[in-house]
Each structure stands twice: as structure tokens, then as C-alpha cells.
Nanobody, 127 residues
Framework: QVQVVESGGGLVQPGGSLKLSCAAS????????MGWYRHNPDTQRDLDVQ?????????????TYGDSVKGRFTISRDNANNTVFLQMNNLKPEDTAVYYC???????????????WGQGTQVTVPS
């Protein structure tokens, strides 16, 4: 099994910065896609229905950002420690949400695919 632990959320004033981390452990053979998504329960539908893309980074180095965070957020990874980061700068009230990391890869059980979500970390930017 693959376990994921997120950290780094909190309360920050508009214009401030936060850095989220997502560390994976367990029977990992490879992590092919590492991503961050977010959900605001006050403004969005149920979590299982809607999660907005924040940023995705593939093993090959391809990066995709959501339109609303381009130029402000940066995704990166530490392959040696199976960790993905999200540096968030110039935070805005509309960035308030629960942020979830998502990892897709293969485990050591004959290369079976895993698709694992973190528990979520709250980011709050007051207006």
C-alpha cells in the first residue's frame, strides 16, 4: 500500500505565501504523476463531484497549472523522497480551499497501478 501525508496549510493574509508538501511512503515502484487539486465546500459541489486542478507534474517533467494560479504557484518534486511541493505566492481570498495531493504510479506488487489522494490540508486567505 501507498500512504500519503500532506502538510503546510494554514491561515495567511492576502499577498502572503505558503508551501504545501505531500510525502508518499510504502510499496512504491514509481510515481508517474503528482498533482494538487482543491475544493472549497462553501462554494463548490460535493468533493466527489468537483475538485479543481491546481497543478500537475509528470515524471517526464511536464507541468500543467490551473488558469487561476498561473504565475503565482509552482509545483516541484523531490524524487529521492517521493515528495511533491506546491509553493503558493501572492495568495488571494479566492485561493481559500482544502488542497489535496494526488499521486498516480506503480507499486512493487508486480507493478500494480495506484491512484492515491492525501487527506487534505486547509488553506485560508481572508478577504
Amino acid at each position: 500500500q501507498v500512504q500519503v501525508v500532506e502538510s503546510g496549510g494554514g491561515l495567511v493574509q492576502p499577498g502572503g505565501s505558503l508551501k504545501l508538501s505531500c510525502a508518499a511512503s510504502g510499496s512504491i515502484l514509481s510515481i508517474n504523476v503528482m498533482g494538487w487539486y482543491r475544493h472549497n465546500p462553501d462554494t463548490q459541489r460535493d468533493l466527489d463531484v468537483q475538485r479543481d486542478l491546481v497543478a500537475v507534474l509528470t515524471l517526464g517533467g511536464s507541468i500543467t497549472y490551473g488558469d487561476s494560479v498561473k504565475g503565482r504557484f509552482t509545483i516541484s518534486r523531490d524524487n529521492a523522497n517521493n515528495t511533491v511541493f506546491l509553493q503558493m505566492n501572492n495568495l488571494k481570498p479566492e485561493d481559500t480551499a482544502v488542497y489535496y495531493c494526488n499521486l498516480v504510479g506503480r507499486d512493487t506488487r508486480m507493478g500494480a497501478v495506484f491512484n492515491t489522494w492525501g487527506q487534505g490540508t486547509q488553506v485560508t486567505v481572508p478577504s
